[in-house]
């Protein structure tokens, strides 16, 4: 197949945003937010005013907020460096998978001014925060009760801790009775 007939038959990149858009009923405004670009550059973008983004961080974003693959844009190159596996992350979004809960659904339970870090978040580019109410707001979208999320900021915390030079095993008599403290304090601040 040549080439030409290869973009003729693909989606062009900017008619996929524009469906998406129209599909979700989402304001350019709202997504330039959530993407982390100017109105301007969306209606640039989608009228191809300019060329369709070609930087990975823009594209990754789009695509998160779009529940697709980067790749599935012709302008994405795939990184040299893939993105480390991160089971807490998977979790949370097996359980939005699981809940039938769109990335862009999800986008719209936070306040606008920090959709964006929550994209950079679910795209791997931003670590899971540590604090437990931040951790306890993503389990309270995904209607998690208290134990699952006191175990997922466990092994959020946990996870710090050993990249930070915590040993896990040698500390694991004193992680155990800090995390028990922790739980009846979290259990009992919960009722």
Request: glycine share 2%.
């Amino acid at each position: 197949m040549s080439i030409q007939n290869k973009s003729n038959t693909k989606e062009k990149s900017s008619t996929k945003v524009t469906n998406f858009l129209e599909k979700n009923n989402l304001h350019k405004k709202e997504f330039a937010q959530m993407v982390g670009v100017t109105l301007s550059y969306v209606y640039n973008l989608i009228d191809e005013n300019i060329p369709f983004s070609s930087r990975g961080t823009t594209l990754e974003r789009i695509a998160t907020v779009m529940d697709i693959l980067p790749e599935e844009f012709d302008e994405y190159l795939i990184q040299e460096e893939p993105t480390p596996y991160n089971p807490i992350l998977d979790k949370i979004k097996t359980s939005l998978k699981n809940k039938k809960i769109s990335t862009l659904d999800f986008l719209k339970m936070f306040e606008r001014k920090k959709r964006l870090d929550i994209v950079d978040i679910l795209r791997g580019a931003k670590p899971i925060p540590i604090d437990y109410e931040q951790i306890k707001a993503f389990c309270d979208i995904l209607k998690m009760d208290t134990e699952e999320s006191i175990n997922l900021w466990r092994e959020r915390l946990t996870e710090h801790l050993k990249n930070n030079g915590f040993d896990i095993e040698k500390e694991k008599e004193l992680l155990d009775e800090m995390f028990k403290s922790a739980k009846k304090y979290l259990e009992k601040k919960s009722t």
